[in-house]
């Protein structure tokens, strides 16, 4: 969520990254081979080459095996690490690579033919990129690398593979089978879910998650959310783990049991609802109490949260002196004030300049745990989770999961993330999203500071339209969100982004399109969603700047829609 606006970056070429296609690959012969040299940086950077001293290994995090590859970009340079490869004339191999971090390429040059290159936004999890390249007729040694982007985070990359033909130059020893996991456990529950967690193993790609002997998912990671059981029920689970050698014996089995009543049905919420996030410090906009904020806000989020030295725990301290000598008692008596009115006030974590992070298990209990105390000290409802610089979908699910346990099922969960962060489900926010399903209240995607974007039908939409908010609601809508948990997030004026504002009316008729098929542009989704929660704004401040012109507007749409 901007402060003075927010700059987007790239994002073009992100929109370009989304529409890369590549050809199919032919089918392996058995004499086919990885022909990466130390693919899996067991040996340290040998064999390898980064620039400007750029690389280096770390323990953490890995894909499979005890080493991964970071490369942090600084100045001018990308983080390029490259090996050179031993490969057959005329031949075609596929190239891939496990990526996690900051912007990622994979590519290789020499080929004799066309070089090829592939990439991804930054990601919180592991996520496999690939593409095919064939060799020339005299071609016999190509360089495969792996980059970063200018003034981006640091990447991470693991378990390289060029795989073909034999090169001549030989190939890392073969994985064997992993061992059978460790440490498995029930962090949390819900009425209808069961959070696993276990201890990584090493040398495996992948876990095998059973319940009652019969598998149910696999994962990538070392946590799996189990959802759609029943209420009050005892669920026994295991998990193996598993590489390309083969899959490890059964865990030790825990049991699960499902809690009597749960998820976010009893938030107190109206069908269709109203979020606008306040502002604890003056950047122009108008200076506001809580008990300012118009009645036609439903759910307030307080922006924001302060990260503190603990990993992951988060503090809060109001602004006084900037909010005109605001006192903690006044602001805990207007949160009250809120909640008799029938609103809700979270807690928002993250925002343009958040640096929170939460990355593994320890700073996800820290995160639980320090959110929870502000909802005591404060009468916080909830959290919104507004992460701008990357998300964990591993640990963020847990640490949500976590909080649901200690709040129970009145807890408010909100998130705004940005447009690219929701352009598919395989994206860390949208993953998480989807992982709490059972415990979220609402996803108001900002559909502003943005630049181009696919909608759900593949086409190109630009901000600022109708159709622009259609068509990438709809991506949410059909990517597994109910529709109730849906909003539509926008600047209340000109002068709250950069970029994206539109009139409340172009708000009226985005939500009328997605809710009744009417009022739509040239989009027009395959179904309504009647059901659509409503719409967001940034931020009550500067819609009370303008006159509250969007408020009165948009808010009283949204408690209008049937």
């Excluded at 953490?60 to 490259?82: E, R, W």
């Excluded at 009597?260 to 200076?287: R, S």
């Excluded at 989770?385 to 591993?394: K, M, Q, R, S, V």
């Excluded at 172009?506 to 719409?535: I, Q, W």
Aim: a neutral charge; glycine letters at 12%.
């Amino acid at each position: 969520m901007p402060v003075l606006g927010k700059r987007r970056l790239w994002a073009g070429v992100a929109l370009a990254a989304l529409a890369l296609s590549f050809a199919g690959t032919g089918q392996a012969s058995a004499a086919d081979i990885n022909n990466a040299k130390n693919a899996g940086f067991e040996s340290g950077l040998t064999n390898w080459t980064c620039t400007a001293g750029s690389g280096t290994t770390v323990s953490s995090p890995v894909h499979s095996g005890a080493a991964a590859l970071k490369g942090t970009p600084a100045g001018q340079d990308n983080a390029q690490c490259s090996e050179p490869v031993a490969v057959k004339p005329n031949s075609t191999y596929t190239l891939s690579a496990w990526v996690q971090g900051g912007y990622s390429y994979l590519g290789v040059t020499g080929t004799g033919t066309t070089d090829v290159s592939t990439w991804t936004p930054d990601t919180a999890s592991w996520k496999q990129l690939s593409t095919t390249f064939t060799t020339g007729a005299s071609t016999t040694s190509v360089s495969v690398y792996t980059h970063g982007w200018y003034g981006q985070a640091a990447y991470y990359a693991d378990d390289i593979s060029v795989y073909g033909p034999d090169g001549g130059g030989g190939s890392d020893p073969a994985p064997t089978v992993p061992a059978t996991p460790t440490g498995l456990s029930v962090p949390s529950t819900t009425s209808s879910s069961v959070s696993l967690a276990w201890s990584a193993v090493s040398g495996a790609t992948g876990y095998n998650v059973y319940r009652g002997g019969t598998k149910i998912t696999a994962v990538t990671g070392t946590s799996a959310t189990i959802t759609g059981l029943a209420a009050s029920t005892a669920y026994s689970f295991q998990v193996t783990a598993t590489n390309s050698a083969g899959e490890s014996g059964k865990s030790t089995a825990v049991t699960g049991t499902t809690t009597a009543t749960g998820g976010n049905g009893g938030t107190g919420l109206p069908k269709h609802a109203v979020t606008g996030y306040w502002q604890n410090f003056n950047n122009g906009a108008t200076v506001q109490k809580l008990s300012a904020v118009s009645s036609q806000y439903d759910i307030i989020a307080v922006a924001f949260a302060d990260a503190t030295s603990t990993p992951g725990a988060v503090s809060f301290t109001l602004d006084s002196a900037g909010l005109g000598g605001y006192t903690v008692d006044q602001f805990k008596a207007d949160i009250a004030a809120k909640h008799a009115a029938g609103k809700k006030v979270v807690i928002s974590i993250g925002g343009q300049n958040g640096t929170i992070s939460v990355s593994d298990s320890t700073s996800a209990t820290n995160f639980a745990n320090s959110v929870y105390s502000l909802m005591q000290t404060y009468g916080f409802d909830g959290v919104d989770i507004d992460l701008e610089n990357g998300i964990n979908a591993t640990y963020m699910t847990q640490a949500l999961r976590s909080l649901s346990a200690k709040a129970g099922s009145s807890l408010v969960i909100t998130m705004a993330p940005q447009t690219i962060d929701m352009q598919s489900t395989s994206n860390a926010y949208f993953q998480t999203a989807l992982n709490i399903k059972d415990i979220l209240t609402v996803v108001n995607m900002q559909y502003y500071n943005s630049g181009t974007m696919l909608g759900c039908d593949g086409k190109v939409y630009g901000q600022g339209t109708v159709d622009f908010l259609t068509a990438l609601a709809c991506i949410q809508l059909q990517g597994g969100l109910a529709p109730s948990q849906v909003g539509l997030g926008l600047p209340a004026s000109t002068s709250a982004a950069g970029s994206g504002y539109v009139s409340p009316t172009v708000v009226n008729n985005a939500l009328d399109c997605l809710t009744a098929g009417t009022n739509c542009g040239t989009f027009k989704p395959s179904k309504t969603y009647p059901d659509l929660r409503g719409a967001m704004t940034w931020s009550t401040n500067w819609d009370a700047a303008a006159g509250s012109s969007w408020s009165n507007s948009v808010g009283a749409h949204v408690h209008a829609l049937p």
